[in-house]
């Protein structure tokens, strides 16, 4: 139900930006969030955004690095990720928390938080 894009093979020190769109306009948007899952590791939090107050919150590897943000008039949330590492190297998915599984935290950290997810998109940083 959430379209995420703009993955895709990079270098170290690169830039890329994700984004994520909801596929059909069947609920609203309370929190957007990432999670990334590298190779034989866990899905893990990388930064989540408050939608209507357009707050965000971040993991703290990627602190400095990546910026969460939403278009409310598009519909839409992006991930800029700057200074990419090799360690960056994952499955990035994204997540939104609908209006009717709102547990009314104002930052959602954890995966079962969310209700509605994307199909995820893959960054690859090279070194």
């Known amino acids: 139900q959430l379209q995420a894009s703009g993955g895709g093979l990079v270098q170290a020190g690169g830039s890329l930006k994700l984004s994520c769109v909801p596929s059909?306009?069947?609920?609203?948007?309370?929190?957007m969030g990432w999670f990334r899952q590298a190779p034989g590791k866990e899905r893990e939090f990388v930064a989540t955004?408050?939608?209507?107050?357009?707050?965000?919150l971040y993991e703290d590897s990627v602190k400095g690095r990546f910026t969460i943000s939403r278009d409310n008039s598009k519909n839409t949330g992006y991930l800029q990720m700057n200074s990419l590492k090799p360690e960056d190297t994952a499955v990035y998915y994204c997540?939104?928390?609908?209006?009717?599984?709102?547990?009314?935290?104002?930052?959602?950290?954890?995966?079962?938080?969310?209700?509605?997810w994307g199909q995820g998109t893959l960054v690859t940083v090279s070194s």
């Open positions: 955004i408050n939608w209507s107050a357009g707050s965000p």
């Open positions: 997540a939104a928390v609908s209006d009717q599984f709102h547990s009314g935290r104002f930052h959602h950290t954890y995966s079962y938080e969310y209700d509605v």
């Open positions: 059909e306009r069947t609920f609203s948007v309370i929190g």
